[in-house]
């Protein structure tokens, strides 16, 4: 314990995605119903990749990644949201709070990173097809991958050493549904202003930079695809590439108008409802926009239904 107006290790509390009354149940059960979808589909899409030889490629090797990261990020934020609509506690500990915003930070910042190299993938697939075996081997996936999580935790670490050993004012009411580094800075009771600006630094550097390497590679893959004489050839690389800018779009835009904007121009209510898609819908939507604009994958799908109904006539 410290002196003053600062304490130390002592408990938050989470106001929550809305103000906590009647509908609690009610709010229970929905969230609970998005988060068994989403936890089924992309484990489903894990599964399929793993044990279809067919989708043994470069491509679908991140997308199991990315499917992986959903499946982490709504199990650090939504079982937390979802107990606290039937519970009479809203707290959460200085040390649970510390490790879900190290967490959610390294995932947010392996996925965006991820999401860039899921766009080279395409571009070199696309735009020099030959030299794609070599470019894309097994063990540049893994180096990319390595690289993703390394750089990601890294940032996060640095982020959440820094603000979790700064003084607290007595308030220790958190206007959110979880803890990420944006809702702990109103908390702060000293000018961390010189830290706010290394903070939209790193969103601008994880966030931005992949987000524009991603447009200039599809700009460079729409230019291919319009060139072919196969219109086969167009619809499937049209249909690839757009499941793709779809996800990064979504994800994209809501992380940059959250971590790339200072605090005195953030509203918590708006920043709520944008944490909401970066933490609930797309995760839901990942695995389906892949899954169903995707032949193969539903080809995967369908043998293992296939495989599973077969094994039980046996």
Same mark, same amino acid.
């Given at each position: ?72 990020? %709504? ?44 766009? *080279? ?7 020099? @097809?030959?030299?794609? !075996? ?19 935790? #890294? ?13 607290? +004012? ?8 979880? +803890?990420? %580094? @944006?809702?702990?800075? !109103? ?21 931005? #930079? @992949? ?8 700009? +460079? ?19 690839? +590439? ?9 994800? *994209?835009?809501?992380? #940059? ?25 797309? !995760? ?5 926009? *892949? ?24």
């Amino acid at each position: 314990m410290k002196t003053g107006n600062q304490t130390v290790e002592t408990d938050f509390t989470l106001l929550g995605l809305f103000q906590y009354g009647p509908m609690d149940s009610f709010l229970f059960v929905a969230i609970a119903i998005l988060f068994s979808v989403a936890l089924t589909g992309n484990i489903t899409l894990i599964l399929l990749i793993r044990l279809d030889s067919r989708l043994h490629t470069p491509m679908y090797f991140l997308l199991s990644q990315l499917s992986f990261i959903n499946v982490m990020y %709504i199990s650090t934020t939504v079982p937390k949201m979802a107990v606290n609509f039937l519970s009479n506690s809203k707290t959460i500990t200085f040390l649970g709070c510390e490790i879900q915003t190290f967490v959610f930070t390294v995932l947010g910042g392996t996925e965006a990173l991820l999401l860039g190299f899921m766009s *080279y993938d395409r571009y070199v697939a696309i735009c020099h @097809p030959l030299r794609y !075996p070599v470019l894309m081997r097994k063990r540049i996936c893994w180096f990319m991958v390595t690289c993703v999580w390394t750089s990601s935790s #890294l940032n996060s670490l640095i982020h959440t050493i820094y603000i979790f050993q700064l003084p607290f +004012c007595p308030s220790r009411l958190i206007n959110h549904f979880f +803890c990420e %580094i @944006p809702s702990l800075v !109103p908390l702060v009771c000293q000018d961390i202003s010189k830290n706010e600006y290394t903070v939209l630094l790193s969103g601008l550097i994880i966030l931005l #930079l @992949p987000f524009t390497a991603i447009v200039a590679s599809y700009a +460079c893959v729409l230019t291919v695809v319009f060139q072919m004489s196969s219109g086969k050839g167009q619809t499937k690389a049209i249909s690839t +590439c757009s499941s793709h800018l779809l996800v990064a779009s979504l994800f *994209y835009m809501t992380t #940059l108008s959250t971590y790339t904007m200072p605090h005195s121009i953030h509203s918590p209510q708006q920043d709520k409802v944008v944490a909401v898609f970066y933490t609930m819908i797309t !995760p839901l939507l990942n695995p389906f926009i *892949y899954s169903l604009r995707n032949k193969e994958v539903i080809g995967a799908l369908r043998r293992l239904i296939g495989l599973c109904i077969f094994v039980q006539k046996i």
